[in-house]
């Protein structure tokens, strides 16, 4: 079964610091990958995904993540952070394996960015 | 890009009603939208597959005669709340597959039953 473990529930870092919010997965078929976030009081907007293709995924806003299948992770980085980027951010796994489907989530990484 | 819309946004009832939401692919069909509940602070939560012309699927430890799901178009699904209670209180998410593995989520829909 397909799961999704995303590490520190609340990351704080500084503006034009850089960030890092990991997830790690487990799969028992090769996973398709998602990164979404959450600002309040919305719906989930997709900042990037991995479908087999380039290991090194980029996404909008200047994230990026990395496919790592000997570490089973997907960590999202962005090189400097914006208040703007302060909201939810979530890791999925398609529940079947497939490209398509219903999504395992993540619980879940606040991100704060001080001034 | 794919657009999915939801409504109400926010909706307040009282216990023992029963509240419906929508689910709308508004610039593209989808056979298939998915329902997810969200708690306060915590992550999304796969309810229940929604299914154009057929009968909808639903997770385990999801109670169907509570949660009615009706995928009436290619473009629209409902979910109907019936009976609510205050524990059926949360943020409900809807969302559908566009092109390109990608799911597009609607914005949510904030129930609070008094």
């Known amino acids: 079964a397909q799961s999704v473990t995303q590490l520190g529930s609340h990351v704080s870092v500084s503006e034009g610091a850089l960030v890092l919010l990991r997830c790690n997965y487990s799969?028992?078929?090769?996973?398709?990958l998602f990164w979404y976030v959450q600002y309040p009081n919305q719906g989930l907007q997709l900042l990037l995904k991995?479908?087999?293709?380039?290991?090194l995924v980029k996404g909008i806003n200047g994230f990026e993540a990395e496919f790592k299948k000997s570490e089973t992770s997907f960590h999202l980085t962005k090189p400097s952070a914006h208040m703007s980027d302060a909201a939810e951010y979530f890791c999925?796994?398609?529940?079947?394996?497939?490209?398509?489907?219903?999504?395992?989530f993540g619980k879940g990484t606040k991100l704060s960015v001080k001034p | 890009g794919a657009v999915v819309s939801q409504h109400p946004s926010r909706v307040i009832c009282k216990s023992g009603t029963s509240v419906k939401i929508e689910c709308r692919s508004l610039?593209?069909?989808?056979?298939?939208m998915f329902w997810y509940r969200q708690f306060p602070k915590q992550s999304l939560m796969l309810m229940a597959t929604?299914?154009?012309?057929?009968?909808?699927?639903?997770e385990q430890g999801v109670e169907k005669d509570k949660f009615l799901i009706n995928h009436a178009s290619l473009t629209l699904s409902t979910l109907t709340v019936t009976s609510a209670h205050p524990e059926d209180s949360s943020f409900y998410i809807c969302?559908?597959?566009?092109?390109?593995?990608?799911?597009?989520f609607g914005p949510g829909t904030r129930l609070l039953v008094l």
């Open positions: 969302s559908a597959p566009g092109l390109g593995e990608t799911q597009y």
């Open positions: 799969s028992s078929v090769p996973p398709y």
């Open positions: 999925a796994v398609t529940k079947n394996g497939g490209s398509q489907g219903n999504l395992i």
């Open positions: 929604s299914n154009e012309g057929s009968k909808a699927t639903y």
């Open positions: 991995y479908t087999s293709a380039a290991t």
């Open positions: 610039d593209f069909q989808a056979t298939t």
